[in-house]
């Protein structure tokens, strides 16, 4: 079943949205598997994001990454890394090997606790000429966006993922992609 995206003429509180939780784990992190979700919206052709990872004092190797694309084979996609305080990291993969380093969009940091612990969260945007230049086209309302989070550490090998991907596989990968589809609000 897809994860549905609201295509939105203004701007919406992440809270308000659909969360994509990271449930499927390839081998056992040191941290265990600590609960992280994805949470998103279309404005303008533009893809809005937010990461929440219920981890208060992650180390600092410790990342969550959005992979998104709007090419329908999923060849090239992108990849989001964003950790802890940490500033965006955007690369461009095409058949799950990097191909560049993009200029990473700002990135909004939050902190707190609630009755799931303490957490740290992330915001940014995925701006709709990204998606232009790199895909010809930007994310709208009827569109499969393939897609997948990612939950990791760059000190291990094990990793947590919204999609099941498959075993010793490379991260990212393509492959156990999903559909994100965009729905009119």
């Known amino acids: 079943m897809p994860f549905l995206v609201t295509d939105s003429a203004s ?27 994805l949470r998103c919206y279309v404005r303008e052709g533009a893809l809005y994001y937010s990461v929440t990872v219920f981890d208060g004092a992650p180390p600092a190797t410790a990342r969550i990454g ?13 990849f989001a890394v964003l950790g802890k ?26 902190a707190g606790q609630d009755e799931q612990g303490e957490y740290w969260s992330a915001e940014s945007v995925l701006p709709a000429e990204l998606f232009r230049t790199l895909f010809g086209r930007v994310p709208q309302a009827g569109m499969l966006l393939p897609g997948n989070v990612f939950l990791f550490d760059r000190r291990e090998t094990a990793f947590g993922t919204a999609f099941p991907v498959p075993a010793n596989g490379p991260l990212p990968t393509s492959r156990g992609f999903d559909s994100f589809l965009v729905v009119p609000y």
């Open 66 to 78: 959005l992979a998104i694309t709007a090419d329908d084979t999923a060849e090239r996609y992108l």
């Open 85 to 110: 305080g940490q500033n965006c990291e955007l690369s461009l993969y095409k058949d799950d090997v990097l191909e560049k380093v993009l200029a990473a969009p700002a990135v909004r940091h939050l």
């Open 11 to 37: 701007p919406l509180a992440f809270e308000t949205l659909p969360a994509l939780k990271v449930t499927e784990f390839q081998g056992r992190p040191e941290r265990g598997e600590v609960y992280s979700y």
